[in-house]
C-alpha cells in the first residue's frame, strides 16, 4: 500500500510541478526539472516494485493527464491571462531639443551634480555638465546639443 501512495504522490505532485513552471514561474526551469525528476522517479518505482504492464500503464497515465491538462487549458484559455495584448505606441521624446541653439543663455532651476534642470526660454529641459556642480540659479550656457542629450557650461 505505502508503494502506491509514493507513486500516486511523486507522479502527481511532479505534474502539478511542471504545471506550475508553465503557468507561474516560466523561465526558471528548476521547478519544471524537480517536477520532470519526480514524474520519472514514480514511474520508475511503478516499473521496479510492480513490473513492466504497471509501470507502462503509469506512464501512459502520466501521459494523457498532461494531454488533458494541456488540452483544457488551451480551451479554457487559461494562457491568455498570461499573454500581452496591448500594443506600446510610445515614443521618445524626437522634437525635445528644438527651437534650442548653441549658445543660448538659460538658467538652472535645480543643482547640476552633474545632471539636473535648465530653463532655456521659459522651458525646463534635463541637461547635464562636464561634471562639475552648478548651483540652482546660476547663468547657463549651452555648450553643444548631441541628440536629446543637452552640454551646459556657467556663464563666466
Known amino acids: 500500500?505505502?508503494?502506491?501512495?509514493?507513486?500516486?504522490?511523486?507522479?502527481?505532485?511532479?505534474?502539478?510541478?511542471?504545471?506550475?513552471?508553465?503557468?507561474?514561474?516560466?523561465?526558471?526551469?528548476?521547478v519544471g526539472i524537480i517536477g520532470l525528476i519526480m514524474t520519472g522517479v514514480g514511474i520508475y518505482i511503478a516499473f521496479e516494485k510492480h513490473g513492466d504492464s504497471v509501470g507502462y500503464m503509469i506512464m501512459g497515465g502520466s501521459f494523457?493527464?498532461?494531454?488533458?491538462?494541456?488540452?483544457?487549458?488551451?480551451?479554457a484559455?487559461?494562457?491568455?491571462?498570461?499573454?500581452?495584448?496591448?500594443?506600446n505606441r510610445s515614443h521618445v521624446n524626437q522634437n525635445y531639443t528644438e527651437g534650442l541653439e548653441v549658445e543660448m543663455i538659460g538658467t538652472a532651476i535645480s543643482d547640476l551634480k552633474p545632471i539636473g534642470k535648465a530653463e532655456f526660454n521659459d522651458?525646463?529641459?534635463?541637461?547635464?555638465?562636464?561634471?562639475?556642480?552648478?548651483?540652482?540659479?546660476?547663468g547657463v550656457r549651452i555648450v553643444r546639443i548631441d541628440r536629446n542629450k543637452i552640454i551646459v557650461d556657467t556663464i563666466n
Open 1 to 30: 500500500m505505502g508503494d502506491w501512495i509514493s507513486i500516486i504522490l511523486l507522479v502527481l505532485v511532479g505534474l502539478i510541478l511542471i504545471y506550475l513552471e508553465l503557468i507561474f514561474v516560466p523561465g526558471t526551469t528548476f
Open 123 to 138: 522651458v525646463a529641459y534635463e541637461v547635464s555638465s562636464h561634471g562639475h556642480l552648478i548651483e540652482s540659479g546660476e
Open 64 to 75: 494523457v493527464v498532461s494531454v488533458l491538462g494541456l488540452v483544457y487549458s488551451f480551451k
Open 77 to 87: 484559455k487559461t494562457w491568455d491571462r498570461f499573454a500581452l495584448k496591448q500594443e
